[in-house]
């Protein structure tokens, strides 16, 4: 005798696609990327003086190449701060497209 397989409803493989990410674990997370973030800002800091007290043909190459890794990464930090608050798999898909548009270079 052969068995039907339970079918899912859309309303049920909705629910499935929901995220359920315990708050502890979230505030754990977000506590952790301020800590990278604070952590960045003050090696980056430190990186800006070391260029300025040491003038040398390359300072203007620095100020541009540490100019672009604090771009970067302040869109690296909002799309961690935004993955943490992201509802479900969908949400989720949108950032991570969101985020490839932003740090990806544009082709010409």
């Known amino acids: 005798v052969a068995t039907e397989a339970p079918t899912t409803t859309s309303m049920e493989k909705s629910a499935a696609m929901k995220m359920q990410v315990p708050d502890a674990v979230r505030e754990l997370a977000e506590t952790t990327v301020g800590q990278a973030e604070r952590a960045f800002n003050a090696f ?6 070391s260029v300025a ?3 040398n043909p390359a300072t203007e ?3 541009k190449t540490l100019a672009l890794t604090e771009q970067n990464m302040k869109v690296v930090f909002d799309y961690a701060r935004k ?5 479900d798999l969908q949400e989720v898909m949108q950032i ?3 985020f490839f548009k932003r ?3 544009k082709s010409k």
Request: a positive charge; charged letters at 10%.
């Open 44 to 49: 980056l800091s430190a990186a800006h003086q």
């Open 53 to 55: 007290m040491i003038p």
């Open 83 to 87: 993955l943490l608050h992201a509802k």
């Open 103 to 105: 740090l990806l270079p």
């Open 96 to 98: 991570q497209a969101q």
């Open 61 to 63: 190459m620095s100020k």
